[in-house]
């Protein structure tokens, strides 16, 4: 596999933006999105709705995370684009509603499937979250809205509490949520398992005609957080299982948004086989 150095070279760079209040409010209540901006520049060191710890920079950082998936989202439904990979921070996938929590401020993906929906008429949106923590805020936006598929592999038990197999959606919502929970020491055989026995069938039922991923290196080897044990090779074979998918159904538009991961190596490593896989001709045959 060619090194990490060099690789941000091959690729065209998708310039970010701040969201507006407009956008932040396709998934976030105004109480919240204006309790995060006071906080963070009042100085708070976390919100006070939970654990996220925050510093004077994090408002311009949430919005410009926001604002770059959302500009990706667009390059990919343009057809400038075949996919895209949202280098951002801070990540989003625990994010609520009305309420920050894990590392999150605002729920990046959640943001960008709603986007894709309202700006570019897509109806049915399928989120692939492979964080080694389930993706609870994901889950909730989405729960009772039938309208966007949210499929997730994370460690159980684990932050946040969330993500059992029984949690499957409500109402017009119901069956459009899969939890693949898994013990630690899970890894290839669990997970990789899962994406092609679980999520391809429920896909492909589904029909999705964009694919966004939470791309969470923190179920890699070796982080310091996570207990999961996959290999950069591992990633990119779970992305070709998302490539795929999204050939079949949704033209092949993926776009991918960063969320855990913490050790930098680790990090740089998994995101260059992600990314590779997603720039491989015969990934998305």
Known sequence: MQGIEGLSERFARIASRRASREELALCHTPEYIALAEREISSG??????????????SW?????????????????????HQNAFCVVRPPGHHATPDRGMGFCVFNNVAIAARHAQRKHGIRKVLVV?????HGNGTQDTFYRDGSV?????HQSPFYPGTGSEGETGEGAGKGTT?????????????????FQEKLVPAADAFRPELVLISAGFDSRAGDPLGGFRLTDEDFSDLTRVVLEIAGRHANGRVVSVLEGGYSLAGIAKAAAAHVQALSDPCSQS
């Open 44 to 57: 708070y060191p976390e919100l006070s709705t939970g654990d996220t710890v925050v510093s004077p920079g």
């Open 60 to 80: 311009e950082a949430a919005l410009l995370a926001v604002g770059g998936a959302l500009n990706a989202v667009d390059a990919v439904m343009g057809g400038i």
């Open 129 to 133: 979250d492979w964080d080694v923590h």
């Open 149 to 153: 598929f949210f499929f997730s592999t």
């Open 178 to 194: 899969l939890n693949c929970p898994f013990p630690p020491g899970a890894g290839r055989k669990e997970i990789l398992t899962a």
